[in-house]
């Protein structure tokens, strides 16, 4: 029985095909690889009621993941975050059917984890040396960790600006961090050059390796699975690199195809920032793809990326879906974020917050009904963003005592 029954890669724009057991980047087009898989062969090889009794990672769905071998898996535990009910802040916006995938639990405190799970077991099995990319952050400190966990070499480069707790998981986890003044555009093209210098190390940007979309679309999985092998009506998700959206949507037509879903299929949205809307602006005007948007920012800095390379494929599984693209303020970013933790002891991360500003606006709007169901992706703790919470509180004298209410 196989372990992955990984086909081929394909690109995303002409359908070439590609050897998917070569180091591989982009497509001679520039544009991301997608991973292809023998789905016959893995309907008949397992079946949802199969993967109910397997460990609780992610690596549960090996069979739609990249790697042949599972020597070269390389975990910390990740996957299967909780599908949380959200029942009086739900009721609050009018959504009683809300519920919260927290990937905040999953090990670096983010999302990223998903991602360099299967990127860099990939890398490992297939001979990498060391992994570079430019980063807001948290995915930085996660490849830096998978990095360390497998024995490879990690340069993270990343604006002076990001969290400084991810430059310090970048730091203890042994690899070369450098800062830029400038956006995640900026400390890309320092990573380019210095990849073009260092044999043996593979540029793993955003979408420039095929293998991060894979360890994010099993959230896609979990969710259906969650659901009883069902999914949810609308799932919102913050997109900058919108790597998760587009992982999410693979899922579901694969999971469509293999029979373990139904027909139908999540809307899905894509929530950013006022200051940082390219995907949102392409959207409205009905393009095809964002334009490079100069002297963005946001304090939801995951999703400030001023021209993602796979806008093409969000815009596209936004509009199969049915979905919507939302941009909403950084003040209502920090309303929403109290207004959460308040009402269901959540602190979120700002990018996650900006999904629940977005799913009050779209029930206000009607665009959501209130008897839907409804996900939406946190994707970091908000342990990791302390400057979204100003602790301004009395001290007491010792010999002091707390004032009535």
Request: charged share 15%.
């Given at each position: 029985m196989s372990f992955s029954h990984l086909s081929h890669l394909e690109c995303s724009r002409t359908g070439a095909r590609y050897d998917a057991d070569q180091v591989?980047?982009?497509?001679?087009?520039?544009?991301?690889?997608?991973?292809?898989?023998?789905?016959d062969g893995v309907r008949a090889s397992v079946t949802p009621a199969e993967i109910a009794g397997r460990p609780h990672d992610l690596w549960r769905y090996h069979e739609v993941l990249p790697v042949r071998d599972p020597?070269?898996?390389?975990?910390?535990?990740?996957?299967?975050?909780?599908?949380?009910?959200?029942?009086?802040?739900?009721?609050?916006?009018?959504?009683?059917?809300?519920?919260?995938?927290?990937?905040?639990?999953?090990?670096?405190?983010?999302?990223?984890?998903?991602?360099?799970?299967?990127?860099?077991?990939r890398a490992r099995e297939l001979g990498v040396e060391a992994v570079?990319?430019?980063?807001?952050?948290?995915?930085?400190?996660?490849?830096?960790?998978?990095?360390?966990?497998?024995g490879l070499g990690s340069l993270i480069v990343m604006p002076v600006d990001a969290p400084e707790i991810t430059r310090r998981e970048c730091v203890v986890s042994g690899a070369e961090l450098y800062l830029v003044d400038g956006l995640i555009n900026h400390a890309g093209a320092l990573v380019?050059?210095?990849?073009?210098?260092?044999?043996?190390?593979?540029?793993?940007?955003?979408?420039?390796?095929?293998?991060r979309i894979e360890g994010k679309k099993t959230m896609g999985y979990e969710i259906a699975e969650q659901l009883g092998w069902r999914v949810p009506d609308v799932i919102l998700?913050?997109?900058?690199?919108?790597?998760?959206?587009?992982?999410?949507?693979?899922?579901?037509?694969?999971?469509?195809?293999?029979g373990w879903i139904g027909a139908k299929l999540p809307r899905l949205v894509a929530v950013q920032a006022d200051g940082c809307k390219p995907i949102v602006d392409a959207f409205d005007a009905g393009l095809d793809e964002s334009t490079l948007v100069e002297g963005t920012h946001t304090l939801a800095f995951g999703i400030n990326v001023p021209k993602a390379l796979g806008d093409f494929l969000v815009l596209q599984a936004v509009r199969e879906s049915g979905g919507t693209a939302v941009a909403v303020t950084d003040e209502e970013i920090?309303?929403?974020?109290?207004?959460?933790?308040?009402?269901?002891?959540?602190?979120?991360?700002?990018?996650?917050?900006?999904?629940?500003?977005?799913?009050?606006?779209?029930?206000e709007r009607g665009w959501i009904a209130e008897g839907e169901e409804v996900v939406v992706l946190n994707t970091g703790t908000g342990l990791k963003y302390p400057d979204t919470v100003s602790v301004d509180v009395p001290t007491l004298a010792r010999d002091g005592a707390v004032p009535a209410r």
């Open positions: 591989q980047g982009v497509s001679d087009v520039g544009a991301p690889l997608l991973v292809r898989y023998d789905l020597a070269h898996v390389t975990t910390l535990g990740e996957g299967m975050t909780p599908l949380l009910p959200l029942p009086s802040y739900g009721a609050h916006i009018g959504v009683p059917g809300l519920l919260m995938k927290d990937e905040g639990l999953v090990p670096t405190g983010s999302f990223k984890a998903r991602g360099a799970a299967v990127g860099v077991s570079a990319m430019p980063t807001n952050g948290n995915a930085g400190a996660a490849w830096s960790v998978y990095a360390a966990r497998a380019k050059a210095a990849v073009a210098e260092r044999p043996g190390t593979q540029e793993v940007s955003t979408l420039k390796e095929p293998y998700y913050p997109a900058g690199g919108g790597v998760g959206l587009i992982g999410i949507h693979k899922a579901m037509l694969e999971m469509r195809e293999l920090l309303t929403e974020l109290g207004e959460l933790a308040t009402r269901e002891g959540a602190w979120v991360c700002p990018e996650g917050a900006a999904c629940f500003v977005a799913a009050r606006q779209l029930r």
